[in-house]
Each structure stands twice: as C-alpha cells, then as structure tokens.
C-alpha cells in the first residue's frame, strides 16, 4: 500500500492511526489470533504482514472490561459478525427397551423418568449456537484494499522502461525521417 504522506510532521501521522484490538478467526474457526493493528479510516492494517483488514462497519465484541476487539476472518479479510441462535434439540428417550442416559457434572450416567407415568421422559435441551457472518454489503465484493493499491502503484522494470524507450526513439526517427524527405 502505498502512503500518502502529506506532511512530514510525525505527530500528525501518529494522529490519523490509532491502536484497536481485533480478532483474527482463520482455518475454518478453528484459529484465532488477538492482535492490536492500527486503524486507518473504516480499514485496519497489519503492518508486520502487509494486510489489511475491514470495512469496519459490524459492532465488535466486547470484553469484560468494555474495550471492543473487532471480528475479522484472516484469509479474506472480511468483517464478521457474531450472531447468537438458541436452538432446542430434543433427546430421544428410547433407545430400543432402555431410557437414553443423561451424564451428570460427576460424569455419572442418570436415566430420566417422568414422574406420572413411570416411562423414560423427553428431554428438551436448549442448545446455544453461535454463528459468525459477514458484512451483507461485501458479498461478491471481497477485495482486499492491499491488493487495489499493489494494482494501481505498479513500478514498471527497468528493462521495460528501456525497451520503450527504445522503441520510441527508433520511432520518432522514422518520422522524422518521413517528414523529412
């Protein structure tokens, strides 16, 4: 990426970036990494990396403390979003002539009963499920702000300044020529 500097005092650059926690979630979730980066606009940059990171438009996590650590998925580099579903999953009490155990916090199995009627109960647990989603607003437009500016701040090699300049040169004497003569 390249930098725009616009003037050379240093505490002003200091005061365009600013320090925020994140949390980078790769490897299909089975990753995590929490490393501060440096806010820039709606983007956040890892510099040790050459990454960057965002829009930053989804609400973060926060801590116990209350300081926010944005979610963001390392491979892309899209925001994520941590969405809370409670879901009931109901337990089959029979397996075959048998209630289906139910494990205590010792470990110890305990079978269920309903009271009334003597027959294994059914169990009804609610399960929390946690789901992280993506910025609405970036399906199909995942595209890192490094990669735009590696395509827009090309540098041309040498050799292919010489070949053009060459080619102009030869160029410009054929016209000459031609107008010449």
């Excluded at 500097?5 to 925020?20: A, C, D, G, H, L």
């Excluded at 409670?86 to 155990?101: C, F, I, N, Q, S």
């Excluded at 009963?113 to 499920?129: H, K, L, Q, S, Y």
Aim: net charge neutral; proline share 7%.
């Amino acid at each position: 990426m390249a930098w725009n500097i616009k003037s050379w005092n240093p505490i002003k650059f200091v005061k365009r970036t600013e320090q925020v926690r994140c949390l980078l979630i790769g490897k299909n979730g089975g990753q995590y990494k929490f490393p501060t980066l440096l806010k820039e606009g709606d983007f956040v940059r890892d510099v040790g990396k050459d990454r960057v990171y965002g829009p930053m438009r989804l609400r973060p996590l926060f801590d116990l403390k209350g300081k926010p650590a944005y979610l963001f998925n390392e491979e892309t580099g899209a925001p994520l979003q941590a969405v809370v579903e409670r879901m009931p999953v109901e337990v089959d009490p029979l397996d075959g002539w048998t209630a289906t155990p139910i494990y205590d916090e010792d470990g110890n199995k305990v079978h269920v009963f309903d009271e009334e009627t003597g027959r294994p109960a059914r169990i009804v647990i609610d399960e929390t499920v946690i789901r992280m989603k993506t910025d609405p607003d970036l399906m199909g437009v995942l595209t890192s702000k490094t990669m735009l500016s590696n395509a827009l701040n090309r540098q041309p090699a040498i050799a292919m300044l010489a070949l053009v300049g060459l080619a102009t040169l030869f160029l410009g004497i054929l016209i000459g020529q031609a107008m010449a003569g």
